[in-house]
């Protein structure tokens, strides 16, 4: 069967090409009935957007790589789509290179660079400041993304400020009548998101006049991956354990937040009726677990978009803001409640 | 400071480097008590492993490309982390391509052979026998990693055998009592492993004797991502507001099933007393939602290993078995219930 091509698509559809090609590759700029029409038209007529000119232009294109750690995490996984479609919407390559716990994703960067094509890189999460002293090194331009763990103004970064988010959730955890915070914190050397999480639970609580109870910090053993419901739910099951007093468990993620609760429903108890339980993130995840986890929403596809924008202003040389914070926005979900006082 | 090296690391724990190597990129073959040796020594040494042998070796060793369509998915992002390790531990480098749901993934592999250092390719999820005519353009080894439709005798193929993995999962919920089973599918003309799960759930059906009903089946729309909590939300809304007469409902993925329950919390039912819900795959979220999803669970870590087995095992030339389908294991959850005659 002869393959119908995207110009006959168009035709059909009554668009240009360059529609069709929005429709496929879900690009914002384009209206959703002309989108339903022209992803209905591409079904009917079996159209397989193979010699799309997306494709056809990859073989001699630039490209960007974005290097993460963690690919496990569900927070990246939900930005690579809006990294991608950004990149190859500028008719540039996209590579994803995995980088494993321990490695150094500058170390990786500078083997990468060496391919000639590479115009410029992203790092999504698990730069820290201890990695960061080799980034001088790297020829091509570069933007950290998610994390704005101590670096200098030179550094181009997108990232929410963590510390303050963190403070927010915390100082939202106290307004809820919660006095026993316990925090399920990252591994206790950590130089990244972790320690600003960290930073911003022990700020809100020295602020407000509370003192800061290290009994109630679960550092992340050194052999666990943090950010992981597998940890949220060992940190819990030790917290739970030892017998500490608490009413309420601030996990610096959702993930970690979800294996909280699991801890706490296997041990028998509810949430948040005998304990309220928050997370960090924002993950679709977060909405659909029963009850809804409340949390501190990174705006991530706007991150991620701001991230490629920033990279090809850097790239074509035009004046940028190398430093960009974004505002999270708190999400009160079903796992934590207002204590009255003396309950 | 002087960086500590990798062959003091092994001195310091008494191992051989190859041990210190092995612990770092979590090889399973090391003992947990070295392992733990060897990781306290590099934290307390605060040695950065980015001088390893592997990194070094990155920049001019033959490359292994995984194309992955459906980044999102935690069900292959789990995968990753095998596929990399066996990649990367016979001295391959390792490249992850994010294929775009509209995309053509054997075009993509065309372009991606191209680059001279391929030596070989794993497709993760998304093809089918649509896409799969133009495979034999390829002229690097391959291997199709979690998919089985459609391909012949000479397709190098892993996965399980998802159309009766499926046909036991409802033989299992028929098992229950459970008489009307709605089932969340993919979408109508799906060619993949949705086509293959909905024919395992048409032939228990009928081969107990009972009737398929088409309207307790719910197909994913053309603009839905079908294997995601938004899409089982949304095609479990739209049963319970049809008023159709169902006990249980049987999504094609955990995802979907877990946007199923939340469908139905929201809705004020609860899982399993009014309604039971199983999913496929085997997810760890499914072990962490409450409650715990009844799942299907697919081997990853056995099949990502045999992936890059079979695939390595064509590089080199040697005699394989192309198709290798693995056993799915039944895992019954907290989320169904069994029910009693007239209940």
Redesign the interface.
């Known amino acids: 069967m002869e393959q119908i091509t995207i110009r006959e698509i168009a035709k059909l559809c009554g668009v240009g090409v360059s529609t069709v090609s929005r429709a496929?590759?879900?690009h914002p700029d384009i209206n959703d009935a002309t989108?339903?029409l022209v992803?209905?038209t591409?079904?009917k007529y079996?159209y397989?957007?193979?010699?799309?000119a997306r494709?056809l232009k990859?073989?001699d294109s630039n490209t960007i790589a974005v290097l993460i750690k963690g690919?496990?995490n569900?927070f990246f996984?939900?930005m690579?789509?809006v990294l991608?479609?950004e990149v190859t919407g500028r008719k540039y390559s996209?590579?994803?290179?995995?980088v494993?716990?321990?490695?150094?994703e500058?170390?990786?960067a500078l083997?990468l660079e060496?391919e000639k094509r590479l115009k410029g890189i992203v790092f999504l999460g698990g730069i820290s400041n201890?990695?960061g002293e080799k980034l001088s090194l790297l020829g091509v331009p570069y933007v950290i993304s998610t994390v704005e763990a101590g670096f200098g103004e030179e550094t181009a970064m997108v990232a929410v400020d963590n510390e303050k988010e963190s403070r927010r959730m915390v100082e939202y955890l106290l307004s809820c009548g919660h006095e026993k915070i316990a925090l399920l914190a990252a591994k206790k050397?950590d130089a990244s998101i972790g320690m600003l999480r960290h930073r911003g639970y022990r700020t809100a609580l020295e602020k407000s006049g509370r003192d800061y109870d290290e009994e109630l910090v679960m550092w992340t053993r050194?052999?666990s991956l943090t950010y992981t419901?597998?940890n949220g739910?060992a940190l819990a099951k030790e917290l739970l354990e030892s017998g500490r007093e608490f009413t309420c468990i601030y996990a610096i993620s959702d993930s970690m937040a979800?294996?909280a609760?699991?801890a706490l429903?296997d041990a028998g108890k509810r949430v948040p009726e005998d304990y309220s339980v928050a997370g960090f993130d924002g993950l679709?995840?977060a909405?659909?677990?029963?009850p809804s986890i409340t949390t501190v929403r990174q705006p991530r596809k706007e991150m991620a978009e701001a991230t490629i924008r920033l990279l090809f202003d850097m790239i074509e040389q035009k004046p940028v803001r190398m430093r960009q914070l974004f505002e999270a926005q708190m999400v009160p979900g079903k796992s934590t409640r207002i204590r009255k006082k003396g309950k």
């Open positions: 496929i590759n879900d989108k339903q992803m209905e591409i079904r079996n397989v957007p193979n010699n799309s494709n990859r073989s690919i496990t569900p996984a939900d690579i789509q991608e479609r996209f590579v994803l290179q995995h494993e716990e321990f490695e150094d500058v170390d990786v083997l060496k201890r990695t050397d050194d052999e419901m597998e739910y979800i294996g609760c699991k429903f679709d995840l909405k659909y677990y029963e």
